[in-house]
């Protein structure tokens, strides 16, 4: 071999390891089954990023929450040991205080409200703290509004009075079913089924396609339209390992997890009309709540206790509830 041909040899394969090397191979959590939006959407997500990145970010995606419960894989996320999450913003409140915005019962009109608060400043500042925190939401999907399910119809607060409701890890959650006169039950969303079975539990809340996909529908009996949440979910990446990307990289990762989330709207438009229709069919009753004033009134309390104990939040609320 003459030294031209030893020499470029030499160098592709150094330029190889060196690509090799520099290519980043990312895992993601996913609570969610097959058939659920979410889990469409963050397969989209990786297979965006490959073609977006020519194969510089790889994202493997564990689907079902293998990869342990929400909090587990939150803090994972957090310390880097897991680079992304797709995670209700619900758990990250306890952790990033802003992120308890969303967590505000009736804090938001409706999902087109939502979406407009957390593209405005208030989401901003949100998105701040949260990256700050070391999980940064490079985009956020729709996870509808949770209501009610039990064996009796709940149609004002006075029939949450001594149920046992399971409720998410979060303060603002327990102290929502308090309100109502209720007892609430934070526990991880894989125990829910069996509690619900045995009776551990009475009650739980969720959106449609959580109540249809996991099989709640199959041990309660009545699904009742409080609406009393509406929370996101987001595509949530380690910031330190996302900071260490190029800007190119960065912005080719944020546009792929943009781009995943649109296809996320859509499937959730659709499976949730779908998982409502599927849950009725099983034999769910739905009891449509025509005047949820009392329940907003309810959580007055909730609100004043809230504001009292974190004052800096009020600027951030306002600014929420301003937004048209």
Known sequence: MTFTKSFFA?????????????????????????????????????????????????VDVFHGGVLGSQPDALEQVRIGAIEVGNFNLG???????????????????DVPHMFRVLDGDAGEVVSAAMGEAGVLPLA?????????????PINTPADVEGLKIRVMNNDLYTSM????????????????????????VDGAEN???SFKNVGHYEVTTNYSLSEHLIIPECICVNTAKFNALSP????AVRGAAEEAALVQRELWAIGSEQARKDVEAAGITVNEIADKGPFQSAMDSVYADYLA??????????MAQATE
């Open 10 to 58: 030499t160098a592709t394969a150094v330029a190889f390891i060196a690509t090799s090397a520099s290519a980043e191979n990312w895992r993601a959590w996913n609570i969610h089954n097959d058939g659920h939006p979410n889990t469409a959407a963050m397969d989209k997500f990786a297979e965006l990023v490959d073609a977006a990145t020519d194969g510089e970010v790889t």
């Open 91 to 109: 758990p990250i409140g306890p952790m990033v205080k802003e992120a308890n915005l969303v967590s505000l019962p009736f804090i938001f009109k």
């Open 140 to 152: 956020w999907f729709d996870a509808g509004a949770r209501s009610f399910y039990s064996q009796k």
């Open 177 to 200: 079913i308090s309100a109502m006169g209720g007892n609430p039950s934070p526990m991880a969303f894989s125990e829910v089924q069996q509690a619900l079975k045995t009776g551990v």
């Open 207 to 209: 959106n449609f396609p």
């Open 248 to 251: 190119e990289l960065q912005a």
């Open 309 to 318: 104990a974190n004052p800096d939040m009020k600027a951030l609320v306002e």
